[in-house]
């Protein structure tokens, strides 16, 4: 195949009506100006040093609706290919059978049970290696275990301890298994999900949803929360002891009381309703969350961010918690916010933080395209976990495409006000594609199809399918090309959603 068989789309870029950048004078204060903290003054940005002892949830991402016909690369006979899924997510050549499956599900199960010196987990290895292989052929109940394995539980009941609260990142992928598991009729999968939901999500709704779910199944022990739940609800109790506050039931407080009369202080402040908003009052929540996005923004500790020291850190969190986002636009702040500091400039933006800070850029500076979102109120707050239905080999080529949109962007800019905002939108779409990809588990459609947990805001996905129907109607490219995308086109359209927590 030459080089027209990658599609040369018009080099212009359809017209797309302007928006005038933000000017930094016009945008209003998303955050009050900052003052000491002390009773009965309002503070408007996360104290240096607050204790951190959890992680957020940070998948979700804020976008905008504008797309853009471009020429994309071409030359090769095959469609460009990533690497194989990381070990942990690899299967074997050829699936198990159902007996096999099952087999290996009850194998696993047994080694469950052999405890040697008070500790099992050297089992471990070898109980997620046959859940695994078990799952991959369709196990229900086999996909539960594998949530537990995720979460931590059984690392901990194999020690004889209490779970801890999983990362953000392992709640989200155990979630995923019990999810499937429990569509597919598992008891113990639909129990899982409800224990997720209730003691470390704080959603006692949906706890209650699921743990019926097992019941009605003749799972007993989920009966038993079930009605433990329920009766916590009516009398006003809450969450059990040492797990995660519930979302409605339960008045909150933002910790930050007047000495005499007990009473919390500047709640109505613009920081404080942000903490109450997106963090449940929780200002230790929002500094875990923030840190998290910066420091993975920033290169990760063992790049730009790993090379500052506490105090630096404090300062940059500081000045970054001003623009307030929220949990779902979270990541794409940080992008933006460190992609307008320039890679290598993290530690002088911080020294101007510290000796002078007026001669710094504001945060607002650094995040023109969030501001604009605020100033237009159109903040996403919305994210839904997608199922989308393709082969690698399809699913592959869609990511390196879109990629190489973006750099094509970045090397001849189209005119439109908005494009700083579409490349940040694309590069999201595109780290969300990539992690989707390490979640992918065998559909049970046909061979070489799997199932790509996809979570994007309604926004993101509307991007792919603009993307996917233009250049699957487009006449003028290549047939083989054109099929390619109607592949990609229809699996985005009939890809179910689940809301995201």
């Not at 979460?151 to 999983?166: D, K, S, V, Y």
């Not at 199809?449 to 979570?455: C, K, N, Q, Y």
């Amino acid at each position: 195949m030459d080089e027209a068989a990658e599609h040369r789309a018009d080099s212009a870029a359809p017209s797309v009506p302007g928006v005038a950048g933000p000017d930094a004078r016009d945008v209003p204060d998303v955050a009050d100006a900052a003052t000491p903290d002390m009773p009965g003054v309002v503070r408007n940005e996360l104290s240096v040093g607050t204790a951190v002892s959890m992680s957020v949830v940070q998948a979700g991402l804020v976008m905008g609706g504008v797309h853009y016909h471009v020429t994309f690369p071409g030359g090769s006979s095959t469609a460009p290919r990533l690497p194989p899924p990381p070990d942990p997510f690899a299967l074997p050549e050829g699936l198990l059978t159902e007996e096999q499956a099952r087999e290996a599900y009850e194998a696993a199960c047994l080694l469950e049970l052999e405890w040697s010196g008070g500790d099992g987990t050297q089992n471990l290895p070898r109980i997620e290696q046959l859940h695994r292989l078990a799952a991959g052929a369709g196990n229900a109940d086999a996909m539960a275990r594998l949530g537990l394995i995720v979460e931590g539980r059984m690392r901990a009941r194999l020690r004889g301890e209490l779970p801890e609260e999983p990362s953000a990142a392992d709640a989200e992928l155990a979630m995923h298994w019990y999810r499937r598991s429990a569509q597919l009729g598992s008891a113990f999968g639909a129990l899982f999900l409800g224990t997720l939901y209730e003691e470390w999500l704080g959603n006692p709704s949906e706890a209650l949803r699921w743990y019926e779910k097992a019941a009605d199944a003749g799972h007993q022990i989920a009966r038993s929360r079930f009605d433990g739940l329920q009766k916590r609800l009516t009398l006003g109790l809450g969450a059990l002891a040492g797990r995660r506050r519930f979302d409605d039931g339960e008045p909150r407080s933002t910790d930050r009381q007047d000495r005499e009369g007990g009473q919390p202080v500047n709640n109505g402040s613009a920081f404080e309703q942000w903490l109450e908003r997106e963090w449940r009052g929780s200002e230790a929540m929002a500094v875990a969350a923030c840190l998290s996005a910066l420091a993975d923004a920033c290169g990760g500790p063992h790049g730009e961010w790993g090379t500052l020291d506490e105090q630096e850190h404090g300062v940059v969190l500081a000045h970054f918690s001003t623009l307030q986002p929220t949990r779902v636009t979270l990541p794409a702040v940080a992008r933006e916010y460190q992609g307008n500091i320039g890679d290598g400039n993290l530690r002088a933006l911080a020294t101007l933080l510290r000796r002078n800070p007026r001669s710094a850029p504001s945060a607002r500076e650094l995040a023109p395209v969030w501001c604009q979102k605020v100033r237009e109120n159109r903040v996403e707050t919305r994210e839904f976990t997608y199922l989308v239905e393709l082969d690698y080999h399809d699913y592959d080529r869609m990511k390196v495409l879109l990629d190489g949109l973006a750099e094509r962007l970045r090397a001849a800019p189209p005119e439109g006000d908005r494009l700083a905002e579409y490349l940040l939108d694309l590069r999201m779409i595109s780290d969300e594609l990539a992690q989707a990809r390490n979640r992918a588990v065998p559909a049970y459609s046909g061979p070489d199809r799997w199932e790509f947990s996809v979570i994007l805001t309604p926004e993101y996905l509307e991007v792919l399918k603009a993307h996917s129907a233009q250049y699957a109607a487009d006449r003028a490219a290549p047939a083989d090309f054109r099929a390619f995308w109607k592949r990609v086109d229809d699996a985005l359209n009939a890809a179910p959603a689940t809301p995201f927590p």
